[in-house]
Structure formats: C-alpha cells, structure tokens
C-alpha cells in the first residue's frame, strides 16, 4: 500500500488521523535524513522521539494504514554512496530502551530477566553489569593477526559504511594489538566527542566562519561533531577533530575451538580487551539485582554533569554469558541487556523574549527568555545567545521554536532555530524583526560599544552603572572569593538600589539597623550576615586577588601572582616586565592588571578594604629561574651560523621572550641570519635593534634586573 492508497481508503471520520500520519511520515522522513545522510540534524532526538512514538501509537491502532515506507519500518540510517559498504559479519544489534527514567526501568527490566531465567523469589539476585551509555557513534573495529584491517559504522545493523581511513586517526584506537589476541577480533565500542573538545572545536570553528572562511560550520552536540568527523571525506580534516573512544563489546572473533578466547562474563570480557589496548570506561561495575541497578542509575546521573563526556542513559547487561545465550534475543534487541536513560540534554521550546544582561566588566549578553522546558534534568527559563554574532548568525528571534542545549556545567544555550521552512513542503510563518544589539546600557543608558576586534558589547558605564556594581559586590562574596554566606542576589539588588552599598568597603559598613530595614530581613537574619561579613575578613590572597575582579584575571592567574610576587604590594607595583614573569601571564593579563592598579579608585578600594580588617597572611616572593627577556619580542630570518631556528627560538623563550613570525612596531629584536629577507628590510626601515646570532647570545647571558638597552 502506497501513501495515497490510504486517502482512498478513508472515510470521514478518520481523515484528521490520516492526515497527521502523513505529515508524521514527511517529518520524521527528513529530520532522518538529516541527521543520517546530513550530519545536521535540525531537531533534537527527544522530539524525533515523540514523533517516532506518536507514529507508532497510531500504528497501533491501525496496523492496515502501516506501510513499507512508513518510518517504523525502517532501523537505522542508510549507508551513505560515499563510503564503500560494510556488511557486518556479526549484526550490530540495538538495545532496548526503558524510556522511563524512574527506578522503575531497572526493575522491569530485572523482572523480565528473573522470569525468562524461570528463577523463584528464592533465587538469588542476577548479577549484570552496569555501564554508561555513551553518546557518540557505535564503530566495529576489526582486527586481523593483531592488525587493525576494518572500521565499519552500524549503519542499519546489518550493513555499514567503511571509514577505516578515518578512524585510524583516532589516537586511542590501537592500530595493533598484542601477540596474544585472538587471530579474528571485531572490537565494538562508541566513538565519541569529549565535552571540552567540542566546546574548543565550536571555538575555532567560530573563529573560522569569523574569519570568512567558506563552507565552515558549528557543531549542534558531541555526537553530532563526532558523527561528522568519522564520516568525513578527507581524513586530514577527520584528524583535526579531536575524538575518542570507549569499547564496550565484541562482534566476531576466532571460535574457541580454533583458539579464540573464552569468556565466563561479559565483565572478564571487557577487562580483556582493555588489556589488549582498548579504553574500556571507568565507571563500568559489576552490580547484583535491581536495587543495585536503581543505585547506580542515581548515582551516575548525579555526577553526569561532570562527566567529561555526554551521556544519554545507563545500559545493564546481564554479566555471565551463558545466561545471555540463554536469554536470546527478541527480533533485533537482545533480551539480556537494557538501555536506562536520563532526562534529554536537548528540547524545543519558544523564545518569549531576548533580554540583554550586564556583566561585572560592562560585556552586555543576550539572553533568550524561554518558555519553561525540563532539559537534562532541570527546568530551563533562560538561555544564553553569547553575543550579537552568535545571535544573528543562529537567527534567533522572539515567537521563534528553539532547541535548548543543557549539558553538564555549561550555560543552557540556544542550539539553533527550527524554521517551519527547513520542512520541506511548509509555508514559512511570519517572523519577528532580526535581533540587534542596543547601542546603550539598559541598565543605566550609558553608551554600549563594541570594539574593534571584540565580539562584545561594553557598557561604558563602569561603576556608574549599577548593574556592574551589582556583579563586582557578588564577585567578591562568591565562594571561590572571599565568601560572605548568604549575600546572594536579591539581597545585593536591595542594597545596591537603596543606594546603601556603592562599593566593596561598604558592604563591611553595614549595621544591624540598616540590614534589619531590608525587605524579608528579620534581625536574625541581618546579624547572620554581619558574622558572615565578619567571618570574611580573615581570608587568602589569591581569594582577595581574584574577588577584585580584574579582567582576564581568574583564580588559577590569582594564585600564579600571589605565589609569585608573595604580597599585595608587590602585585599592585608590578611592571609589566615583571607581570609577564609569571608562568601564564601573557601581555593581556598584564596590561589588564597594570590598568586596574593605575586606576586611583581602585587602589582606594583596595586600601579601604585592609582599613576595614580584611587581612591574609603574605609570603615571600617565590624564587623563580630568571627571565631576562621578559617582555621582550623578537623575529627571527635568515641562518644562524650555529643554531637552528628552533633551537634559537627555544632558548629566547625559555628566557621570557615572545618569538613572532613578522615584523612590526611592536618588535624589539630582530635576529638576522645570512639570506635574511624582507623581514630584514622591514627590520631597517623601521628602524629597529638587529642582532646576528653572537649579540642574541650576549643577550641571553644578560643577568636578570639589568636593563636592556638597545645595543
Ligand atoms: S551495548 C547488543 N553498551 O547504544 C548490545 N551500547 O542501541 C549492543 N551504546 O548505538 C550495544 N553505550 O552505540 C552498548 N555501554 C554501551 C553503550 C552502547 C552506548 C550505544 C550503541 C548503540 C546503542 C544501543
């Protein structure tokens, strides 16, 4: 039966059914195709899931209307012209997956499994193991006399595509094994995208659409870059993306009686081919009954949020693996193993609004205003567009349907923009305007600029500007800070606005009467705070140097300067030279360091602060190698009668130095070897200091605290 067939069938009553069967068929045909074929998936699965499932209920309630083309009827993606083809000599099977992310999906599943096993209450608990379910791609490695020959995509489970090429970039993978595996072994695991990773490539592939680079993009999830990255045409590009993977399995391997292994668990099976060379996950454990299924559930999606990968759900398996062939399979899914989810980390929702947040430092950030939607496990109203390139370039606009990433520590973000127009067939809808950055502070209307250069929005405002008042004071009583309990936001709102707190030292100026005046404030309260104000004072210098909040300056800097220089003192009077001493100061951090202590008001700050008791024990300033070069920048042309370029460039930047590729204003030395270039002629025009290698030598004797002057 074809689609039209079952307009000729229908009768009145049933023709609204029919007609949303249709376009369920039309949806989930072309999200398929993009996330399959494409790569780019333009809805998140939870809502390809509902579809799928919706479709499937109303195939349940008329199994005459499914048809071989209907999407049910299809598993997995299909191959790709562009791979060669992979049949798989052992089908790459799915799990099922207990939707339910309550205690519930673990006990089913044991249920189900204590009852095939025809075992009584009596019996003891069944023993599975417990494993993350990652979220990435399922590859079968195959190995042949210890030698990585295939890597197959599941494809449709029985067939897949061939991206070996690919795949062999991938530095945990091994490309060999030891003597004693097996001749035949079919290793199968999931490739995937570490979170930082991607966070990083999303970076450089912004800097790359920035930089007008055609045909770049960003990538929605993990999963999705993973994906991508093994079905790349050009494995030099596959290797520039940063994957990873995990074994979880085996597919076909060298029969016992030919000499293959022979396993009494799955656990013994993965403890195996970790020692062959595979990453087998961490937090794989052996677990007994549903109890312990449920508490390992709890508990990995307690700590999901710092895991440095995503995952989707948990998967138990049953762990010896004569009870597995006991168990068998049902159609495709074999019925000693489950797959346990947790909340989606993607959804759809509605944007009602896009308001602009000011920060600590002026960066004005363009909030989307969301109707509220349960993603990765809590309930999101708001979600960060980053700025005004990321917010014009996605196209978000208000009334438009978003998909909101929440996944681990990071800020829930707007993903991208589902245009009713990106399906195929529908009439575009009416849009709101683009969005467009304010040309002034909403908070208090100074004017807001972008610099050159800059992806963001400042308020010019600084400490007129009560909401970046509001950010410094929160800064400074955080945790990672100098931490005063209990000064939260509503709170520092209240003070701010009645103008009773303007800055930092007035916070230890406050009394009882004052905080007791406070809206939901009682006396209890407001001496609580006092103690906490109180308990503040006694603190670190690194808490104290990074509460300041002086740009570019986070605590890992905060405590580099504080071992380095030992006192205040010492950091506020630092020269820039000096700053840059310190291992990982670069020339921002100092510059930004040396303007907010030029500053007067804020070295009054700071003054008024130790005045009011804040104190912290000083050291002395760390003993550091020399760097008699810091600060100093140089260009290398031409060659060195003895050095190599790199051996010349290794000793100037072990001794302080920036080694840069061109010329300019900016450059101090220029080290001249025989055949220099234009880099030598810039050099002469700018009149700047050239060296041949013998002066960078005497340069590089110079002893610290000299002073370098031009030779
Ligand atoms: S076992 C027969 N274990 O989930 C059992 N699968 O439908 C085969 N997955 O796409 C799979 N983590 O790529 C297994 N620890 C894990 C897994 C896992 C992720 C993926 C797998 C497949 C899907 C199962």
Redesign the pocket.
Known sequence: MTNLDLFASSGPGLKVEQARLLELHRLLHTYAHQYYVLDAPQVPDAEYDRLFQELQALEALHPEWITPDSPTQRVGGKPLDQFASVRHAVP????R?ETDTEASGAQNFDARVRKELGLLESDPAVEYVA????????MNLRYEHGVLVQAAT?GDGETGEDVTQNIRTIGQIPLRLPSDAPAVLEV?G?VYMRRDDFEALNERQRARIAAGEKGEKTFVNPRNAAAGAVRQLDPAIAAQRPLSF?A??LGAVTPVEQGGPNFGTHYELLQTIKQWGFPV?ALVEVTQGASELIAYHERIGASRDHLPYDIDGV?Y?VNSLALQQQLGFVTR??RW?V?HKYPAQEQLTTVLGIDIQVGRTGKLTPVAKLAPVFVGGVTVTNATLHNEDEARRKDVRVGDTVVVRRAGDVIPEVVSVVLPATVEGATPALRGPVFSMPHSCPVCGSAAVREEGEADYRCTGGLFCSAQRKQSILHFAQRRAVEVEGLGDKLVDQLVDAGIVNTLPDLYRLGLSALAALDRMADKSAQNLLDALQKSKQTTLPRFLFGLGIRHVGEATAKALARHFGTLDAVMDATVERLLEVADVGPIVATSLRTFFDQPHNREVVEQLRACGLTWEEGEPAVQAPKPLAGKTFVLTGTFPTLSRDQAKDLLEAAGAKVAGSVSKKTDYVVAGTDAGSKLDKAQSLGLAILDEAGMLVLLETQPGDTLGHP
Do not use: N
Request: hydrophobic content about 40%; cysteine-free; glycine content about 8%.
């Open positions: 790459m099977l799915s799990i997956t494993e993350p379910k990652f979220d990435g791609l399922a599941r199968r999931e995990f979880y399995g996950a998967v398996k899914e074999p193993a797959a």
